[in-house]
């Protein structure tokens, strides 16, 4: 008994909430993704390298031109939002009526060509923009400023995009679109320009998650591999295109990764988050939060 | 002039462009194999290579080796391993390569190592540190100048032992230690090194744990350290994995007395600099010793010209780069190849084949001070446990202080005594 109390000290609840903060950056990642997919129906297997993207632009903007952070991240925003246009306007539109492989595989290739755009154009080097935020501490428990910021911003980011698609009249369109594509063009809504602020939007989610991303991480053109599968892995459990199925994915996610790392091996928290994935693929196979037909 | 002389004269001289050819067409294709894009390029084998083809274009400036042009094709193993075996692949039966050089992941080198020995060509691997690419395993064609992985940890350890009681206040049995690392060939080999070092020397480990480096998050594994109060904690890693586990620990205020980082992404001190900025200030690194930190005196007179040729060129190539120990590693072994495995090959032994570069290999025999990285060569015999393995290569150990890196341990090349423990009042203190 005395064994079992000792595991609930101060490291399991710092353990809890860094659980906490992560899944709020994993809520951040795939926040643009289920918007994309929900509503245009295709997987940007590339979310991750226009993340990368977003990055080296604060890097460029921030370290390297010198603007402030405040300035450069609403410029990055901007940056991968045209970015996303973009990409759906040159990759996405020509393969709308396409089999869904056909544009797995599209993207998949722009996956690529970012990365190699990236290796060639930035170089190989890791490239950090220095910035060190303060660090909040609470007795013996540290967290870092940075993940709290990503917690705030998918808060945030999750809200506002539900309040666009609840209030406006183009998130109606898109929601309507999302249900429905072929009958909202009988009803004279201009799918191809609701497709195209889909996806700037996507992109601006991208970029917001770089600007945060950048305080984390080093900027390299092969970070996508580091965060690129989980997003996709947290997406399908959500639900593609449920919201609140990938936040509430993201959590939990985040807190097997945090508590399986701290009471076993720190790969083991991996595998059980990846065994927790696939059971719940046989039980929910649309996504956690699915309704039953 | 007769007939029959100026028939003789013609003869000379068709004979004399016929050698002319021959000679001509007598040349060393060389396959050269480093990761150029993923994330190993950035943490240290991009410079690797950068060493490495320095070396190779200046024997061929030189005209080749006794005879032979060498015609280099370099290969990008992508930082994966099936690209790097299928690279190697690739060179031999398509390219027609004499010979491999290079390899800078241990997680490459395993498999590659194996799958050249069946194709039955010399391989001379410059950087690739893990015990399990030789141990055990007996390779015929497979030679490696490089400082074996085991020896890593048995450094690190030395050190900390021997300055236990003196520097860090504690007898090596007391003294609490955590072991951390990257969870591929290389990461592993070193983990053993240190986890067989604290056992000879007593320490109490009280965390050995790998991670997987493309992990987006260590913030488990730092709750962890937080909560075994290591004294010393020794890190294999590569880069960024390095950058991020240094970054959460110091958001979630990790306290120790060192960080004892050994090889790979700890060697690339520029990197190091611009994600930790002053944390990297007092930290370790394990490899051999930097060509450029080498004491001139204690080497073979013929090869500090040649350093300086080395930090020349890759002041030219990368102008405002720090000189990287992963250069003149790359430099020394392939600079060890070129004069005292290549000549022997061909002069003594007929030719470039595969069993001529071996029995070449086998008969290198150097003193401490015979090659720029400071120490000798040795190859182990093939009935040897360690077969190919240079058996006189040794790592030092490195400390990083005030932006300069000083050689600390081992005793016969120390610069300067260790900064040890971490000085009051910098980020990972615990004083």
């Known amino acids: 008994m005395e064994a079992f109390l000792e595991i609930f000290d101060i490291y399991l609840l710092e353990a809890v909430i860094n659980g906490i903060l992560l899944g709020g950056v994993l809520a951040l990642l795939a926040l643009g993704l289920n918007l994309i997919f929900g509503v245009i129906d295709v997987t940007w297997i590339c979310y991750a390298e226009l993340i990368m993207i977003g990055m080296y632009g604060m890097y460029y903007l921030f370290s390297v031109y010198h603007m402030p952070y405040w300035v450069a991240a609403p410029l990055c925003i901007l940056l991968v939002a045209a970015l996303g246009a973009l990409l759906h306007f040159l990759v996405i539109e020509p393969l709308l009526s396409a089999p869904p492989i056909n544009q797995l595989l599209a993207t998949g290739g722009v996956l690529f060509f970012l990365q190699s755009f990236a290796t060639v154009v930035f170089g190989i080097d890791f490239r950090n923009v220095g910035i060190k935020l303060p660090i909040l501490a609470v007795g013996e428990m540290h967290f870092s400023y940075a993940r709290l910021l990503a917690f705030v911003a998918a808060l945030i980011g999750m809200v506002a995009v539900y309040v666009f698609m609840k209030k406006t009249y183009v998130g109606t369109a898109i929601r309507a679109i999302a249900q429905d594509r072929q009958i909202m063009v009988l009803m004279g809504v201009d799918t191809k320009r609701i497709y195209l602020i889909t996806s700037a939007i996507g992109g601006a989610l991208a970029g917001l998650a770089a600007c945060l991303l950048v305080l984390m991480y080093d900027v390299h053109p092969f970070i996508g591999l580091s965060i690129g599968p989980v997003t996709f892995l947290i997406c399908v459990l959500g639900g593609l295109g449920n919201f609140v199925g990938g936040f509430v994915a993201s959590f939990l996610f985040a807190e097997i990764i945090s508590l399986g790392g701290l009471f076993s091996d720190l790969e083991w928290g991996y595998v059980l988050a990846f065994g927790f994935f696939i059971l719940m693929m046989f039980i929910r196979p649309a996504g956690l939060l699915a309704r039953r037909s | 002039m007769s007939k029959m002389v100026r028939l003789a004269f013609a003869f000379v001289a068709c004979l004399g462009l016929v050698v002319a050819a021959q000679a001509q067409d007598r040349k060393i294709k060389i396959g050269v194999v ?58 031999v039966e398509q390219e027609k390569v004499d010979m491999l050089m290079g390899f800078y992941s241990s ?34 064609y497979v030679f490696r100048p490089q400082v074996s992985g085991n020896l890593y940890g048995v450094a690190a350890t030395d050190m900390i032992a021997e300055y236990a009681k003196s520097k860090l206040g504690k007898e090596p049995k007391d003294l ?29 480990v009280v965390l050995k744990e790998g991670y997987s480096i493309t992990a987006p998050d260590l913030s488990a594994l730092v709750t962890k350290l937080k909560r075994a109060r ?8 590569y ?56 004491n001139p005196k204690s080497l073979d007179p013929a090869l500090p010209p040649v350093i300086k040729m080395v930090g020349d060129a890759f002041d030219k190539a990368k102008p405002g780069a720090s000189r990287s120990a992963h250069v003149g590693m790359s430099a020394s072994n392939a600079y060890l190849f070129f004069t005292r495995v290549l000549p022997v090959a061909i002069k003594k032994y007929g030719g470039i084949d595969g069993e001529a570069l071996r029995k070449a290999a086998l008969d290198v ?4 001070g015979g090659t720029m990285l400071g120490f000798g060569v040795k190859f182990a015999a093939e009935t040897d446990q360690l077969a190919g393995q240079n058996m006189r290569a040794f790592p030092v150990v490195t400390q990083y202080v005030d932006g300069k890196a000083v050689v600390v341990w081992p005793k016969s090349q120390q610069q300067a005594e260790p900064v040890l423990p971490l000085p009051a009042g910098t980020t990972y203190s615990n004083k």
């Open chain 2, 34 to 91: 480093y990761d150029l894009t993923g994330p190993f390029a950035g943490g240290g084998s991009e410079l690797q290579y950068t060493g490495a083809k320095i070396m190779i274009d200046y024997f061929i400036k030189q005209g080749g080796v006794e005879g032979y042009q060498i015609e280099p094709i370099y290969a990008d193993a992508q930082s994966k391993p099936d690209v790097a075996i299928n690279e190697a692949v690739r060179l």
């Open chain 2, 107 to 140: 997680a490459q080198c395993v498999p590659a190592a194996a799958k050249v020995e069946t194709l039955k060509k010399f391989m001379w691997l410059t950087t690739c540190i893990s015990s399990a690419v030789l141990d055990n395993r007996h390779l015929h």
């Open chain 2, 230 to 237: 290591p004294d010393v904690i020794f890190h294999t890693g």
């Open chain 2, 365 to 368: 025999d150097l003193p401490e």
């Open chain 2, 239 to 294: 880069n960024p994995d390095i950058t991020l586990l240094l970054r959460q620990a110091r958001e979630q205020g990790l306290k120790v007395q060192a960080i004892v980082g050994q090889g790979a992404g700890y060697s690339v001190y520029d990197k190091l600099k611009e994600g930790l900025g002053d944390d990297s200030n007092h930290l370790f690194t394990i490899d051999p010793i930097s060509i450029w930190l080498t």
């Open chain 2, 176 to 204: 609490r230690v955590a072991i951390v690392h990257e969870d591929g060939a290389y990461g592993v080999d070193v983990a053993k090194g240190d986890e067989a070092g604290s056992k000879k020397h007593g320490f109490n």
